[in-house]
């Protein structure tokens, strides 16, 4: 068996194809552009990286955006008036604060700020317990997990009853992945550094999910012939016939996965461009919402 290869950039460009045929017929129809404000925080490299492609990705849409660098020393109280004032501001639908945060602002303090209607990141405290919560629906949902969600459904997962394994349990992925095919009817089991026999437990899955940023650390072994595998990972590891000395893996051992799963996301190419897709649908919702 060779595993189908669930292609993150053509399924993220239909998301996106569809985002700015709204856009143009909400302004034709003389309702307002959306809006997306990004927060950026200090001098990470890699954060300007990822600011600097939403941006573009908004600007492909249709998609207003209005950036916000702040220098590292920014305090709480003058971080959270930018938050605040952007929250006021009608052209802005959506705010997104660039994570990480430097170590003395208050992360949490920071995401709460940001209004419910606004919060197209999803990790506002509310909209993460209406995710948790059976019957209540949060007004959106984290970009990376429901990006997960597309590609496992342009895949022809099969969720109801389905064993679920989420390796990772962080609150950006992890956690809100293993909520979302809650829903879906799933049964769902999260592995984490703790968990006994992990190997054995990742087998058991129809649906496997890894998102630990280990690289490679998913092995053909530990996959079930005929199972749906979607690699959130996204780390360097040195290569020396690469001109720049390294290149990006996953956490799934591609080649060797790829003789037995059923599906499997490659790296790069696979979660990442529907992250970005998903934060357009929900800078788009986030207009909608005051229509």
């Not at 005929?226 to 051992?253: Q, T, Y």
Request: proline letters at 5%; glycine letters at 10%; charged letters at 20%.
């Amino acid at each position: 068996m060779t595993a189908k290869i669930i292609d993150g950039v053509a399924v993220a460009a239909k998301v996106r194809a569809r985002v700015a045929e709204a856009v143009q017929a909400r302004g034709a129809a003389g309702k307002t552009k959306p809006g997306l404000a990004t927060v950026l925080v200090g001098d990470n490299p890699a954060s300007h990286v990822y600011v600097r492609s939403k941006q573009k990705a908004c600007a492909e849409v249709g998609i207003e955006s209005f950036g916000h660098e702040l220098p590292a020393s920014i305090s709480q109280a003058e971080l959270e008036a930018v938050v605040q004032n952007l929250n006021a501001d009608p052209r802005v639908h959506g705010i997104l604060v660039q994570l990480p945060l430097p170590e003395h602002l208050d992360e949490e303090r920071v995401l709460g700020t940001i209004s419910l209607q606004k919060d197209v990141d999803g990790f506002h405290p509310v909209n993460i317990g209406r995710l948790s919560m059976k019957g209540r629906e949060p007004l959106f949902v984290p970009c990376t997990p429901a990006g997960c969600m597309v590609l496992l459904e342009e895949a022809g997962a099969q969720f109801k009853g389905a064993n679920a394994v989420v390796l990772g349990r962080s609150n950006i992925v992890g956690l809100p992945a293993a909520m979302l095919l809650l829903r879906r009817d799933c049964t769902v089991t999260i592995c984490h550094s703790r968990t006994k026999d992990l190997a054995a437990t990742c087998r058991e899955a129809d649906i496997l999910i890894a998102a630990v940023g280990r690289p490679e650390m998913v092995k053909r072994d530990w996959v079930k012939p005929g199972a749906l595998v979607i690699d959130v990972g996204i780390n360097k590891i040195s290569d020396a016939s690469k001109k720049s000395g390294s290149r990006l893996v996953g956490d799934v051992a591609f080649e060797e996965v790829k003789e037995v799963a059923g599906g499997l996301t490659p790296v790069p190419g696979g979660v990442g461009p529907m992250t970005i897709a998903m934060l357009l649908q929900n800078t788009l919702r986030g207009a909608e919402l005051v229509d």
